[in-house]
């Protein structure tokens, strides 16, 4: 799972009910899940919790680096509360599940220099796209 409850507990985050629920919902690996479907989640455990608290907890977790925003082809943006471990996604190109994927080697060293058109690269974001195992089937 991931650490995100951890991290904001240590982080000094007030955890209200409403955020503490959002947190919940988003905790745990291989979790890549909509705004509306947190919101989902989130009523199911908590039915008075509303959809713009969920959007705002949404935004203020991204504005502290502790989820991050995974926008894929034009589809809804996703979230991600594995923000402080290094990974790729894995992308089903029908049904647009992501999975979070850790191959091992730097994708910035597989830029060439002369590609870098002399940016100074501090990143790099590698999307894999591919059919699933339910959607193949």
Not at 50 to 73: H, K, P
Not at 83 to 111: K, Q
Request: charged fraction near 25%; include cysteine; aromatic fraction near 4%.
């Amino acid at each position: 799972m991931s650490d995100l409850l951890d991290r904001l507990r240590e982080g000094g985050w007030r955890l209200t009910a409403q955020r503490r629920v959002v947190a919940e919902v988003l905790d745990g690996d291989h979790v890549h899940l909509t705004a509306d479907e947190v919101h989902s989640r989130a009523a199911a455990r908590l039915p008075e919790i509303s959809r713009a608290t969920v959007y705002n907890t949404l935004r203020e977790l991204v504005q502290r680096g502790e989820v991050v925003e995974v926008s894929t082809d034009g589809r809804a943006k996703r979230y991600d509360p594995n923000a402080h471990r290094p990974h790729h996604h894995l992308l089903c190109a029908r049904c647009g599940s992501i999975r979070d994927v850790h191959p091992t080697g730097d994708p910035l060293a597989n830029l060439p220099a002369s590609e870098s058109f002399g940016f100074t690269v501090l990143e790099a974001e590698v999307t894999y796209r591919g059919i699933c195992p339910d959607c193949a089937a």
